[in-house]
T-cell receptor, first 113, second 113 residues
């Protein structure tokens, strides 16, 4: 079954701790994206990667970091510098830079207290 | 002005009704348009792309009006299972050509028996 997986589904952390969210895809998609969604708001782009070993900041990259060492994987680290980390984090992928259609993983709901 | 604006709703309609949502976008250079569906606490799922000539997929019809910069989604013969939040999505040209998507905040539809 092809798809995008994110783990864990729910994550709880204490303030001041870094946490890494996993995103894996076996769709052979080149591009991958991280978004966050807050209640009643649209998705906001955190980071994106069009190819392996390359990634760019999105609109709200402060307090986050990513890596893209493999085509299939695009982990997101939420650092202690992120002021309001509690949110629903969604990973997406698209076939290539030519395609805008993005497909999402099931998301990770992060709660920081 | 937001890049993508939608009426948040909720739209409460009886089963079998026809319901239409509109969405306006601010970037006249946008080229790709989509409707995504998001169920409560789940990831967005691509419902349909929106083409210049309009397109239909079963009970769903999407239309694009470039002159007025709006997109519409029409749902005929509403089912209880159509209850969800519908996200209007538009591509935007970033400075780095990142081919990013901008998501509206969504319109909530509640179909009632």
């Amino acid at each position: 079954d092809g798809g995008i997986t994110q783990s864990p589904k729910y994550l709880f952390r204490k303030e001041g701790q870094n946490v890494t969210l996993s995103c894996e895809q076996n769709l052979n998609h080149d591009a991958m994206y991280w978004y966050r969604q807050d209640p009643g708001q649209g998705l906001r782009l955190i980071y994106y990667s069009q190819i392996v070993n390359d990634f760019q900041k999105g609109d709200i990259a402060e307090g986050y970091s990513v890596s893209r060492e493999k085509k299939e994987s695009f982990p997101l680290t939420v650092t202690s510098a992120q002021k309001n980390p509690t949110a629903f984090y969604l990973c997406a992928s698209s076939l290539s830079g030519r395609s805008y259609e993005q497909y999402f993983g099931p998301g990770t709901r992060l709660t920081v207290t | 002005r937001k890049e993508v604006e939608q009426d948040p709703g909720p739209f409460n309609v009886p089963e079998g009704a026809t319901v239409a949502f509109n969405c306006t976008y601010s970037n006249s250079a946008s080229q790709s348009f989509f409707w995504y569906r998001q169920d409560c606490r789940k990831e967005p799922k691509l419902l349909m792309s929106v083409y210049s000539s309009g397109n239909e997929d079963g009970r769903f019809t999407a239309q694009l009006n470039r002159a007025s910069q709006y997109i519409s989604l029409l749902i005929r013969d509403s089912k209880l299972s159509d209850s969800a939040t519908y996200l209007c999505v538009v591509n935007r040209k970033g400075d780095t050509g990142r081919r990013a998507l901008t998501f509206g905040s969504g319109t909530r539809l509640q179909v009632q028996p």
